[in-house]
């Protein structure tokens, strides 16, 4: 039963049945506390916490106030073998009661938003006696933790950052590695989970397995040339799952060569191809050896013919596919490899499964450039051909009822491309029903285009009644119709606006602020201008917002209810630990 802290304690008010059913142990053993502590809050987190203290086996926090409000409250849970502790410093005495008092603690997740206090050494001592640590960190040299964590002779078994730090830092921080009687294992992510739970098949940017019972196994090409490296997956996440994953990267996985016989393909969940020329022959035969991939990325590759090509085999053979990434590629002609983009959603809507999906704009627009060019038509008008194309793509749209996440990514550098994404793109997704994240992100390759205004915003909130969290970021010479209608925006929990919006007034703070007290608790609004005095005031003195940021530039300013503002750089905390992270 899949309900929140709050709509439990609800139901059990509602009569006697339904108090047996949510006084059920097994509702209780996993408990999400957000904003603890708030005035507001208090009486209801009282009460929930007097009801889920005998059965609660994993408990997750976050809040702004220091961890002495929390401490009483932890230590009188007895049967805690999980701890998530978000948003506070917490200090090694506190740390160590902590312990004390836990006996069944297994599992520790920290988040430190404003460094990391000198005594690491006295913190890794008590890491070392528990199964498994998660570090969310935000600050600079995230390595030493790796340091630390090889001179603890590699305990806790196993330990997680999560910060900033992409692959090529990790990578080139490598050291001597202990000779260990246990197995260990360390990641390195750049999230803590995806919006919404889905980080199910989330790849870290580096990985280490030492000592004995490694799961890491090797397959080699033919020729021996390309080595590919299968481990199984730990995440960030408590609920760790049994799955494998295979990463190739920086070396062309060349035509002819079958990459790993079936009896590791079968094994298989994610195939992520990072950096790497992967030819149409190679690939079709890696995916028919992996019928039980859930997640493929091409991401940032080099392929050798057009994308609806290398659809085709994952269609027929990748009948469980659960998330795919083209969102940015290359192709190895230099020609322009003509792209069919009713082709392409075709067979997009035969993959029944897929759930998160991470595309460019241009696998959608109807737009035919070449034709364009050569007739020397306007931008601004579709012809009757581009208009069936539309339809048609919009046909093969809506049969997608399993899609529960987009990502759209673009870099403009053509007027065509521009208009379609100003008059087109959003009306285009609204037929997208089931979506519950959207998140579209425009960059401007030229600024000597003719710029359209954004809109479809409005259709987007309408139309997609289970969409839960909105981010939009575009350039600011870019500008988009936000509509002030509050019932709009009634299921959003997360909402992100970094482009020019129009308008920033009283009547969209009117609408922000009805909708806060319901489901909308993180915002973000990222402006041309420093949004106006009165509008601010609204949003702190009348909002219930847990999060709530307003951006310029690099900078943020984090408001609380007491209104004291906090300023910094936008990669904090909060997006590591899903408030605006993004799915890829």
């Given at each position: 039963?899949?309900?929140?802290?709050?709509?439990?304690?609800?139901?059990?008010?509602?009569?006697?049945?339904?108090?047996?059913?949510?006084?059920?142990?097994?509702?209780?053993?996993?408990?999400?506390?957000?904003?603890?502590?708030?005035?507001?809050?208090?009486?209801?987190?009282?009460?929930?916490?007097?009801?889920?203290?005998?059965?609660?086996?994993?408990?997750?926090?976050?809040?702004?106030?220091?961890?002495?409000?929390?401490?009483?409250?932890?230590?009188?849970?007895?049967?805690?073998?999980?701890?998530?502790?978000?948003?506070?410093?917490?200090?090694?005495?506190?740390?160590?009661?902590?312990?004390?008092?836990?006996?069944?603690?297994?599992?520790?997740?920290?988040?430190?938003?404003?460094?990391?206090?000198?005594?690491?050494?006295?913190?890794?001592?008590?890491?070392?006696?528990?199964?498994?640590?998660?570090?969310?960190?935000?600050?600079?040299?995230?390595?030493?933790?790796?340091?630390?964590?090889?001179?603890?002779?590699?305990?806790?078994?196993?330990?997680?950052?999560?910060?900033?730090?992409?692959?090529?830092?990790?990578?080139?921080?490598?050291?001597?590695?202990?000779?260990?009687?246990?197995?260990?294992?360390?990641?390195?992510?750049?999230?803590?989970?995806?919006?919404?739970?889905?980080?199910?098949?989330?790849?870290?940017?580096?990985?280490?397995?030492?000592?004995?019972?490694?799961?890491?196994?090797?397959?080699?090409?033919?020729?021996?040339?390309?080595?590919?490296?299968?481990?199984?997956?730990?995440?960030?996440?408590?609920?760790?799952?049994?799955?494998?994953?295979?990463?190739?990267?920086?070396?062309?996985?060349?035509?002819?060569?079958?990459?790993?016989?079936?009896?590791?393909?079968?094994?298989?969940?994610?195939?992520?191809?990072?950096?790497?020329?992967?030819?149409?022959?190679?690939?079709?035969?890696?995916?028919?050896?992996?019928?039980?991939?859930?997640?493929?990325?091409?991401?940032?590759?080099?392929?050798?013919?057009?994308?609806?090509?290398?659809?085709?085999?994952?269609?027929?053979?990748?009948?469980?596919?659960?998330?795919?990434?083209?969102?940015?590629?290359?192709?190895?002609?230099?020609?322009?490899?003509?792209?069919?983009?009713?082709?392409?959603?075709?067979?997009?809507?035969?993959?029944?499964?897929?759930?998160?999906?991470?595309?460019?704009?241009?696998?959608?627009?109807?737009?035919?450039?070449?034709?364009?060019?050569?007739?020397?038509?306007?931008?601004?008008?579709?012809?009757?051909?581009?208009?069936a194309v539309k339809e048609s793509v919009i046909g093969h749209i809506k049969r997608m009822t399993r899609l529960k996440g987009l990502h759209i990514f673009e870099t403009i550098r053509t007027e065509e491309l521009d208009y379609f994404i100003s008059q087109h793109l959003l009306s285009m997704i609204s037929n997208l029903e089931s979506l519950l994240y959207l998140e579209i992100n425009i960059s401007y390759a030229t600024a000597t285009l003719k710029?359209?205004?954004?809109?479809?915003?409005?259709?987007?909130?309408?139309?997609?009644?289970?969409?839960?969290?909105?981010?939009?970021?575009?350039?600011?010479?870019?500008?988009?119709?936000?509509?002030?209608?509050?019932?709009?925006?009634?299921?959003?929990?997360?909402?992100?606006?970094?482009?020019?919006?129009?308008?920033?007034?009283?009547?969209?703070?009117?609408?922000?602020?009805?909708?806060?007290?319901?489901?909308?608790?993180?915002?973000?609004?990222?402006?041309?201008?420093?949004?106006?005095?009165?509008?601010?005031?609204?949003?702190?003195?009348?909002?219930?917002?847990?999060?709530?940021?307003?951006?310029?530039?690099?900078?943020?300013?984090?408001?609380?209810?007491?209104?004291?503002?906090?300023?910094?750089?936008?990669?904090?905390?909060?997006?590591?630990?899903?408030?605006?992270?993004?799915?890829?």
């Open positions: 039963m899949f309900l929140s802290l709050r709509d439990k304690m609800s139901l059990r008010l509602v009569n006697r049945r339904l108090y047996m059913i949510c006084s059920d142990p097994y509702l209780w053993r996993n408990v999400v506390i957000d904003d603890a502590y708030h005035n507001t809050n208090a009486p209801f987190i009282k009460s929930a916490l007097r009801t889920c203290r005998p059965h609660v086996q994993s408990l997750s926090l976050r809040g702004q106030l220091p961890f002495s409000a929390y401490q009483r409250m932890i230590l009188s849970f007895d049967n805690i073998h999980t701890l998530n502790l978000y948003g506070f410093q917490i200090s090694v005495n506190a740390l160590e009661k902590i312990y004390s008092a836990l006996h069944h603690l297994q599992f520790l997740s920290l988040a430190f938003p404003y460094g990391f206090p000198f005594s690491r050494e006295k913190y890794f001592a008590i890491f070392a006696k528990l199964k498994k640590v998660v570090l969310v960190y935000n600050y600079f040299k995230p390595v030493r933790f790796f340091k630390l964590w090889l001179l603890n002779n590699c305990l806790p078994q196993t330990f997680i950052v999560v910060s900033t730090y992409g692959k090529q830092y990790w990578s080139r921080n490598i050291h001597h590695l202990p000779n260990v009687t246990h197995s260990a294992y360390f990641a390195a992510y750049r999230k803590f989970r995806r919006p919404l739970d889905f980080d199910f098949y989330d790849v870290p940017e580096y990985s280490l397995e030492i000592g004995p019972n490694r799961s890491e196994s090797v397959a080699v090409t033919a020729n021996g040339e390309l080595m590919v490296t299968m481990r199984d997956m730990i995440t960030p996440m408590n609920n760790d799952v049994n799955q494998r994953y295979a990463v190739f990267e920086d070396k062309a996985v060349t035509p002819g060569l079958s990459v790993y016989n079936s009896q590791y393909g079968v094994n298989i969940t994610v195939l992520r191809f990072s950096s790497v020329i992967v030819s149409l022959e190679s690939f079709r035969m890696i995916v028919k050896e992996t019928p039980n991939v859930l997640e493929v990325s091409l991401r940032g590759s080099i392929i050798s013919d057009c994308l609806n090509a290398y659809m085709v085999p994952l269609s027929v053979h990748c009948l469980k596919l659960r998330g795919l990434d083209v969102s940015l590629f290359a192709t190895s002609s230099r020609d322009s490899i003509n792209f069919d983009v009713e082709r392409f959603w075709n067979l997009l809507s035969k993959m029944k499964y897929l759930e998160y999906l991470s595309i460019s704009c241009f696998s959608l627009s109807p737009l035919n450039s070449n034709s364009r060019q050569h007739d020397g038509r306007s931008a601004g008008v579709l012809t009757d051909r581009e208009l710029l359209y205004n954004i809109e479809g915003l409005e259709s987007i909130l309408r139309k997609c009644q289970k969409l839960s969290i909105l981010i939009i970021r575009c350039s600011l010479v870019k500008a988009i119709e936000l509509p002030v209608d509050p019932a709009l925006y009634g299921n959003l929990t997360h909402l992100y606006m970094d482009c020019q919006c129009k308008p920033i007034n009283l009547a969209f703070g009117d609408a922000l602020c009805i909708n806060s007290k319901k489901k909308l608790k993180h915002l973000l609004l990222r402006h041309h201008a420093r949004l106006a005095e009165d509008f601010l005031d609204k949003m702190i003195k009348e909002s219930d917002f847990i999060t709530l940021y307003e951006a310029k530039r690099d900078i943020f300013n984090r408001y609380d209810r007491n209104r004291s503002k906090n300023w910094g750089k936008l990669s904090v905390v909060d997006c590591h630990v899903a408030e605006f992270s993004t799915l890829h």
